[in-house]
């Protein structure tokens, strides 16, 4: 069974900066996309950031000019850099993959990140 492993949350101050892993307990083949998202409490989760291949990239609007997703096609990781944090980033961020080889996509278990204004 396939796990997704994040690390890297944490509480910090409005204009700080944080940076999330996300690493796959083995090889995942086929990965089409890998993500983050996020979702703050009482609210729908959404799409904060998507990569497909190693620079295809998609952002939230939101988070445009803040944020970068990164990914390790060898090591199957994600990493998302948040600089400029605001309190509106407060929320569990997941990690997700999908595989089109597989046809499955899989889901972190979520890490807390909390900004203080």
């Known amino acids: 069974q396939v796990r997704l492993v994040e690390s890297g949350g944490g509480l910090v101050q409005a204009g700080g900066s944080l940076r999330l892993s996300c690493a796959a307990s083995?090889?995942?083949?086929?990965?089409?996309?890998m993500a983050w998202h996020r979702q703050a409490q009482g609210q729908q989760r959404e799409l904060v950031a998507s990569?497909?291949?190693?620079?295809?990239?998609n952002y939230a609007d939101s988070v445009k000019g803040r944020f970068t997703i990164s990914r390790d096609n060898a090591k199957n990781t994600v990493d998302l850099q948040m600089n400029s944090l605001k309190s509106e980033d407060t929320g569990v961020y997941y990690c997700?993959?999908?595989?089109?080889?597989?046809?499955?996509?899989?889901w972190g278990q979520g890490t807390q990140v909390t900004v203080s204004s």
């Open positions: 997700y993959v999908y595989s089109w080889q597989r046809g499955t996509q899989y």
């Open positions: 083995e090889r995942i083949p086929g990965i089409h996309m």
């Open positions: 990569i497909r291949g190693s620079d295809d990239t």
